[in-house]
T-cell receptor, first 115, second 113 residues
Framework: DTEVTQTPKHLVMGMTNKKSLKCEQH?????MYWYKQKAKKPPELMFV???????INESVPSRFSPECPNSSLLNLHLHALQPEDSALYLCASSLSGGADTDTQYFGPGTRLTVL | AQSVTQPDIHITVSEGASLELRCNYSYGATPYLFWYVQSPGQGLQLLLKYFSGDTLVQGIKGFEAEFKRSQSSFNLRKPSVHWSDAAEYFCAVGGAAGNKLTFGGGTRVLVKP
């Protein structure tokens, strides 16, 4: 089973709202990732967690706040977003965060619209 | 720094015809190469990957890819496309610290009946 689940599937929020995206995997993977994907573009890496610790932050604005409560769960907390943050947010996981040969498995994404 | 180029933004192919998607990479060491497919509004599904060994890699859905070190290429092929193959295809290279993937710009495949 190589399933990564994400909720919600769609989210509409105002610029003053606070919301969270959730990602879950039960494959025993120890690395989890957040990507942002704009229309007709490839995914852009935002954050990497390895063994529940933040290992990479690709200079993402502080209005995006990741959290990894345990090895199966990854959250992305959103606050005071801008309309340009509207995108598909993808979560991925891999067996470990250190091995160069890890394969990343992606979830279906959350389509976020900021009004 | 690693980079990936997919020269074709769009490809239109007739159902039943063969398909080849091009991917060129730049990487200083041994590359770890992936092809993913994305249907509209969906996540990315892994088609196949190359780490080492046999340079012809078989994947899911009847796809294969060939690694050619001399040409820095990892082209994806399918002998006979189905209407369900219409999607966006991304080539990616890994191997950087932190397991960062670098994606190409993607190729959108349209399938004519």
């Amino acid at each position: 089973d190589t399933e990564v689940t994400q909720t919600p599937k769609h989210l509409v929020m105002g610029m003053t709202n606070k919301k969270s995206l959730k990602c879950e995997q039960h494959m025993g993977h120890r690395a989890m990732y957040w990507y942002k994907q704009k229309a007709k573009k490839p995914p852009e890496l935002m954050f990497v967690y390895s063994y529940e610790k933040l290992s990479i932050n690709e200079s993402v604005p502080s209005r995006f706040s990741p959290e990894c409560p345990n090895s199966s769960l990854l959250n992305l907390h959103l606050h005071a977003l801008q309309p340009e943050d509207s995108a598909l947010y993808l979560c991925a996981s891999s067996l470990s965060g250190g091995a160069d040969t890890d394969t990343q498995y992606f979830g279906p994404g959350t389509r976020l619209t900021v009004l | 720094a690693q980079s990936v180029t997919q020269p074709d933004i769009h490809i239109t192919v007739s159902e039943g015809a063969s398909l080849e998607l091009r991917c060129n990479y730049s990487y200083g060491a041994t590359p770890y190469l992936f092809w993913y497919v994305q249907s509209p509004g969906q996540g990315l599904q892994l088609l196949l990957k190359y780490f080492s060994g046999d340079t012809l890699v078989q994947g899911i859905k009847g796809f294969e890819a060939e690694f050619k070190r001399s040409q820095s290429s990892f082209n994806l092929r399918k002998p006979s496309v189905h209407w369900s193959d219409a999607a966006e295809y991304f080539c990616a290279v890994g191997g950087a610290a932190g397991n960062k993937l670098t994606f190409g710009g993607g190729t959108r495949v349209l399938v004519k009946p």
